[in-house]
C-alpha cells in the first residue's frame, strides 16, 4: 500500500475519528486538557506505526502535561483502538503536538488589532477634514 493511496487515506480517517472519540470520552487522566483535538493522522504504509498530531489549547505547561498523559494512557488507546478499527495490525502511536490552531488564533488576534487600529486611524483623519 503506498502512502497517499485511497486505502491509506481512509484508515488515516479512520484512526483520526475513532482516537479523537477515544482522548474525549475514555481517558480519565487529568493532565489531558479538555480542550485537545486530534489535527491529523499519519498511519504508515505497512499500518505498523502512527503519528497523531495533537492541539492544546493553553499553555505551555498544560501542552508538556497533555502529551505526557496521552504517552501514559498509549497501551489503552490502541487497545480500544484494536476494538474500533478493524485493521490488521493496530499500529504504534506517536503523539506529537502541533501548534498550528493556536498560531492560527494568535495571527487571528493580530489581524483584528490591526484592523481595529486602521478603522480608528480612518475615524480620526474624517473627522480632522
Not at 99 to 110: A, F, P, R, T
Amino acid at each position: 500500500m503506498r502512502k497517499n493511496s485511497v486505502k491509506n487515506t481512509r484508515i488515516n480517517g479512520e484512526v483520526l475519528k475513532e482516537l479523537s472519540n477515544i482522548i474525549r470520552g475514555e481517558i480519565k487522566d487529568p493532565r489531558i486538557n479538555p480542550m485537545t483535538s486530534v489535527v491529523s493522522v499519519e498511519v504508515a504504509p505497512d499500518l505498523k506505526t502512527c503519528k497523531a498530531y495533537i492541539s492544546v489549547l493553553g499553555d505551555e505547561q498544560s501542552q508538556k502535561d497533555t502529551i505526557a498523559g496521552l504517552k501514559s494512557a498509549e497501551g489503552f488507546i490502541r487497545h480500544q483502538l484494536a476494538k474500533t478499527v478493524n485493521l490488521r495490525n493496530t499500529p504504534e502511536i506517536r503523539f506529537i503536538l502541533d501548534q498550528s490552531i493556536e498560531y492560527g488564533i494568535n495571527m487571528s488576534k493580530l489581524i483584528d488589532e490591526v484592523t481595529q487600529k486602521d478603522s480608528e486611524n480612518h475615524v480620526e483623519t474624517e473627522e480632522e477634514s
